[in-house]
Nanobody
């Protein structure tokens, strides 16, 4: 019911930064938790971060903790992922999702998903 569109991906050198944005429309986005996932070549989908509907609750995967920051602006219906100190291992298609804060990773089939944006980190 929530439509999501990611933007901000691209090609960066190792150590660089990117900011991804996810624009939501349709169902009131402020009622949903949001998250970011990625899927690298030959890999399974990986959970990165989640933020509850108010923005006061945040969870990060260990692989990105300290480097990535998730935030949201409910007035603009957007969720962002600031990515710093990027590594070649971060190369993947990045997806945003909307769903339940506690089940966004446990029950991903219940989420709304964006189409993804490619992030490539060169060495």
């Amino acid at each position: 019911q929530v439509q999501l569109v990611e933007s901000g991906g691209g090609l960066v050198q190792a150590g660089g930064s990117l900011r991804l944005s996810c624009a939501a429309s349709g169902r009131t986005f402020s009622l949903y938790a949001a998250g970011w996932f990625r899927q690298g070549p030959g890999k399974e989908r990986e959970f990165l971060a989640a933020i509850n509907r108010s923005g006061g609750g945040i969870t990060y995967a260990d692989s990105v903790k300290g480097r990535f920051t998730i935030s949201r602006d409910n007035a603009k219906n957007t969720v962002s992922l600031q990515m710093n100190n990027l590594k070649p291992e971060d190369t993947a298609v990045y997806y945003c999702a909307a769903g339940s804060y506690y089940n966004i990773d446990k029950a991903p089939n219940n989420n709304s998903w964006g189409q993804g944006t490619q992030v490539t980190v060169s060495s």
